[in-house]
């Protein structure tokens, strides 16, 4: 299984394309022979790029809701309609599809997050924008719930 971790500043071309950082590339190749998914996140500006293998952990998971359910279709609708097969080009380049550029507000620069089984694609503004947020909301926590036994 693969583990992505850290943070990449990264640059998007005229095209849509980004390469992804050279020290995740053979983890990649050999993992999901370059073939990976791209989807929103639905509770952030930014995109979740998965294995193929991961993904279709998520696929199956979501496939397995209830179709009558308005709230699981709607999920189902966003994320699997916007999913998109990406592969990894010989350079490392990725093209991202139109749609999912402008779901992000993608131009230029771009940070590339790993979050364990997959990345978040977040344009730099946004993440600049939103990391504040972020640290004040993790410093507020009481360490009660999920984190409570986390020790760092």
């Keep these: 299984m693969l583990f992505f971790r850290g943070i990449n500043a990264i640059n998007l071309d005229e095209k849509g394309r980004f390469a992804i950082p050279k ?7 050999d ?3 370059n073939h990976l ?3 929103i996140d639905l509770n952030s500006p930014c995109l979740l790029i998965y294995t193929q293998d991961e993904w279709e952990v998520i696929e199956r998971k979501l496939m397995s809701l209830p179709n009558m359910d308005p709230q699981a279709r709607m999920v189902q609708r966003l994320l699997l309609g916007h999913a998109s097969e990406i592969d990894m080009d010989a350079q490392g380049r990725m093209l991202l599809p139109s749609l999912l550029r402008d779901h992000a507000k993608l131009d230029k620069q771009a940070i590339l997050l790993g979050q ?15 990391r504040p947020d972020m640290l004040n909301s993790v410093q ?4 009660q719930g999920a984190l409570a036994n986390l020790s760092l």
Aim: net charge negative; glycine share 6%.
């Design 37 to 39: 998914i791209a989807t």
């Design 31 to 33: 993992a999901c022979d």
């Design 116 to 130: 364990g089984n997959k990345f978040e694609l977040w344009s730099l503004e946004a993440w600049e924008a939103s």
């Design 140 to 143: 507020q926590l009481d360490g």
């Design 23 to 29: 020290r995740y590339r053979d983890s990649i190749a």
